[in-house]
């Protein structure tokens, strides 16, 4: 009877330990995987492109927030600027506007843009 215990309680404390590591194991590698995707408004180089036209943008500025590409449609994008595959350095702030048929990006009305 009493080796029946033994093995019980070493199976437990071997089961625990297990557990602990799986646990933490998961927690730790959960925190440094997962990219922030927050949209930050602040300081961005992106393209003007029209190539989605088909899909009902006229004109998208296209770039990448650190964590991934991202798709802006620019509300009243100034003449200048509207060259497909024209290199810009900008900020912005999201707006609430109707986007209209294109469903690809959010609305955006664009600050301080320069060409690169």
């Avoid at 297990?18 to 925190?31: A, H, Q, R, W």
């Avoid at 024209?86 to 294109?102: T, Y």
Wanted: glycine share 6%; hydrophobic share 35%; proline share 3%.
């Amino acid at each position: 009877m009493k080796f029946l215990n033994v093995q019980n309680s070493a199976l437990m404390v071997s089961v625990s330990a297990l557990s602990f590591l799986m646990i933490t194991g998961c927690v730790s590698n959960k925190s440094s995987i997962q990219p922030e995707t927050k949209l930050e408004e602040g300081k961005y180089v992106g393209i003007v492109t029209n190539e989605f036209v088909q899909r009902g943008c006229s004109w998208i500025i296209t770039y990448n927030d650190g964590s991934e590409d991202k798709y802006l449609i620019p509300v009243q994008l100034e003449e200048e600027y509207k060259n497909n595959g024209q290199k810009i350095e900008f900020s912005f702030h999201l707006s609430r506007i109707n986007q209209g048929d294109c469903q690809l990006g959010q609305p955006a009305v664009l600050e301080s843009i320069e060409v690169r």
